[in-house]
């Protein structure tokens, strides 16, 4: 089959692999009808993340199940399903506590070893343990399969952050950052009732996009004087609860500066340089909290499946172009060069 | 009357400075029975916290109400009191909320232009918003008094880091640092339930301490061989709940790393150093939490003074020594030398 792999910084290609089969009982073979580049392969792209040549990569699919291992129970062949960012065995106590995460038996599409997302087909490991059933009949929707397709990663990123950040019903939130993570939070934000959402970016056409998912207001600034603009709008006392979306020393600083005291940062930017950005003096003496880390993309999937279906939350905007399998190079090209948010890719 | 000031670095002295009166229409005057010495006092006696010459010190005191000003709607004289180590207007959205630290009329007993802790009587600025009543009956219980002084910080800061650090009943708790808030926190833990709770500290007659308040295990090392002992305590996960009461990169990094998966450090010691403890791409990769900081002192007065009263918590045995007023710059010695873990000062 044809696989995107990694061959080194910027050669990204797609090339012949061999089929995926089920190798282990629990294994499933999922057909890909969409996948996408996420903003986390770029930092493999640019070479900031270490990857071996040849390596797979990708790590948010959707797809039909082709075939199952004997011991798979909960999907059969044709189930229309949404892969988590990770697989997991779905039985250890930190999978039934929904941390499919730290799943001592899991492991990230695309590592050595592993089909990574961006490819015609997959092998699931544990299938039963990793997969999210979808109503077969939105394989017909195109908009829905492609709101169901963020659910792999950056609208399950997206309430992750603000679940950690404590979002209420009337909390006043702010979001750093206004890649597809900072606009899905922007809607998570929205979903769980905050009654004010301000929303920090300084691309027009993705704070546009904010605003439509809910943003109530636009601080199109970055450091100092976004601390100011925030603190500015909210009588001097900052947000209730600050979605970190970036992963920069900056931006984690810019987060809990403009953090009310008593607060929380959800932060799920993957962190990039030190702890430089973590004033924890300032946390100290403000009781700011700093929660989140990686997202838990199965709870949240199951969770938001049919409130995607419902038309409740549609973060199917994020994805602003279109490829096929051949044309992923072109795709993290665009991304990398911010030509576009989120490339979707459609077999 | 008498009263501790700070001279500078290692030079405490007892002086005769003016009486305390009221000044302002909400203002009490405390008559102190009991003071103590905090750690947080001696980063001021070392000379790492800045002072001024003649600055008063000390935050911690229990008294009789002496007399009030013409605004003062909830004391009288002769009630028995104990004062949070901050005052706080009561009234603005900050103290309803019980985060009187963030309070915006609120201060620190000791700053300049106020009365310290450690002297014969105390000007309370906001008495109604600041003071916690006491049962008059508790000034005849030496025993009690004592467990009721714990509560102006070092039991209110334990008491925080457990609530922070999410211990509920069954938790696996570690607790870090074996000064008086984190045999505090052991004590706090204990009450909320903690099913184990792993003492970390190698000062013996401290952690006998820590046994007493419901420590199930001690580990007496520090560093990467602490983090090992702990995970091997823990069929390798780390504990749910951590408290960190120590306050440098090294207690930080090590609270971070024996945190179990998803879990939280509550940190209540004041960070003196960086962030660099803070291994925000481990917190990333785990979910683990970081909540606290500065105390809640004057709610968990309100909500603990009963369970001290009826004896359920008595953390009274963290005072392990007694002296007079003019006996204060000893005091400070015998804690500066580790002779001593809290010193009480009987007026």
Same mark, same amino acid.
């Given at each position: 089959?044809?696989?995107?792999?990694?061959?080194?910084?910027?050669?990204?290609?797609?090339?012949?692999?061999?089929?995926?089969?089920?190798?282990?009982?629990?294994?499933?073979?999922?057909?890909?009808?969409?996948?996408?580049?996420?903003?986390?392969?770029?930092?493999?792209?640019?070479?900031? @993340?270490?990857?071996?040549?040849?390596?797979?990569?990708?790590?948010? +699919?959707?797809?039909?199940? =082709?075939?199952?291992?004997?011991?798979?129970?909960?999907?059969?062949?044709?189930?229309?399903?949404?892969?988590? +960012?990770?697989?997991?065995?779905?039985?250890? =106590?930190?999978?039934?506590?929904?941390?499919?995460?730290?799943?001592?038996?899991?492991?990230?599409?695309?590592?050595?070893?592993?089909?990574?997302?961006?490819?015609? @087909?997959?092998?699931?490991?544990?299938?039963?343990?990793?997969?999210?059933?979808?109503?077969?009949?939105?394989?017909?929707?195109?908009?829905?399969?492609?709101?169901?397709?963020?659910?792999?990663?950056?609208?399950?990123?997206?309430?992750?952050?603000? *679940?950690?950040?404590?979002?209420?019903?009337?909390?006043?939130?702010?979001?750093?950052?206004?890649?597809?993570?900072?606009?899905?939070?922007?809607?998570?934000?929205?979903?769980?009732?905050?009654?004010?959402?301000?929303? *920090?970016?300084?691309?027009?056409?993705?704070?546009?996009?904010?605003?439509?998912?809910?943003?109530?207001?636009?601080?199109?600034?970055?450091?100092?004087?976004?601390?100011?603009?925030?603190?500015? *709008?909210?009588?001097?006392?900052?947000?209730?609860?600050? *979605?970190?979306?970036?992963?920069?020393?900056?931006?984690?600083?810019?987060?809990?500066?403009?953090?009310?005291?008593?607060?929380?940062?959800?932060?799920?930017?993957?962190?990039?340089?030190?702890?430089?950005?973590?004033?924890?003096?300032?946390?100290?003496?403000?009781?700011?909290?700093?929660?989140?880390?990686?997202?838990?993309?199965?709870?949240?999937?199951?969770?938001?499946?049919?409130?995607?279906?419902?038309?409740?939350?549609?973060?199917?905007?994020?994805?602003?172009?279109?490829?096929?399998? =051949?044309?992923?190079?072109?795709?993290?090209?665009?991304?990398?060069?911010?030509?576009?948010?989120?490339?979707?890719?459609?077999?």
């Amino acid at each position: 089959m044809r696989a995107t792999v990694i061959r080194g910084t910027r050669d990204i290609r797609v090339e012949e692999v061999p089929d995926p089969v089920v190798r282990e009982p629990g294994d499933a073979v999922v057909r890909t009808l969409l996948a996408c580049v996420c903003g986390s392969d770029l930092w493999a792209y640019r070479g900031v @993340a270490a990857r071996q040549p040849g390596q797979r990569i990708g790590h948010e +699919f959707l797809g039909v199940i =082709e075939e199952v291992g004997p011991e798979v129970r909960a999907f059969k062949p044709g189930d229309l399903v949404v892969a988590p +960012f990770v697989w997991s065995d779905g039985v250890c =106590e930190f999978c039934r506590e929904g941390l499919q995460t730290s799943c001592p038996h899991g492991g990230f599409w695309g590592t050595p070893g592993s089909d990574g997302g961006q490819g015609e @087909a997959v092998r699931v490991p544990f299938a039963d343990g990793t997969l999210v059933r979808l109503p077969k009949d939105a394989a017909s929707d195109p908009r829905l399969l492609t709101a169901l397709l963020a659910l792999s990663d950056v609208m399950s990123t997206g309430h992750h952050a603000a *679940l950690a950040a404590g979002v209420r019903p009337g909390s006043t939130v702010a979001v750093v950052g206004d890649g597809a993570v900072g606009l899905c939070g922007v809607l998570a934000a929205q979903r769980l009732g905050a009654g004010r959402i301000i929303a *920090l970016g300084r691309h027009p056409d993705r704070t546009a996009v904010a605003l439509t998912f809910g943003a109530t207001d636009i601080v199109p600034a970055r450091g100092e004087e976004a601390v100011a603009a925030v603190r500015e *709008l909210t009588a001097g006392v900052g947000a209730h609860a600050v *979605l970190e979306a970036v992963g920069t020393e900056e931006s984690m600083r810019t987060a809990i500066s403009i953090t009310r005291d008593g607060g929380a940062v959800g932060y799920v930017g993957v962190p990039h340089g030190g702890s430089a950005g973590v004033d924890v003096g300032q946390m100290f003496d403000r009781n700011v909290a700093l929660r989140g880390g990686v997202a838990r993309p199965a709870p949240t999937s199951r969770n938001c499946w049919r409130t995607c279906c419902r038309g409740r939350i549609d973060p199917s905007p994020v994805f602003d172009a279109t490829v096929g399998l =051949e044309q992923v190079p072109d795709g993290y090209r665009a991304m990398d060069e911010r030509t576009a948010l989120k490339v979707k890719i459609a077999f």
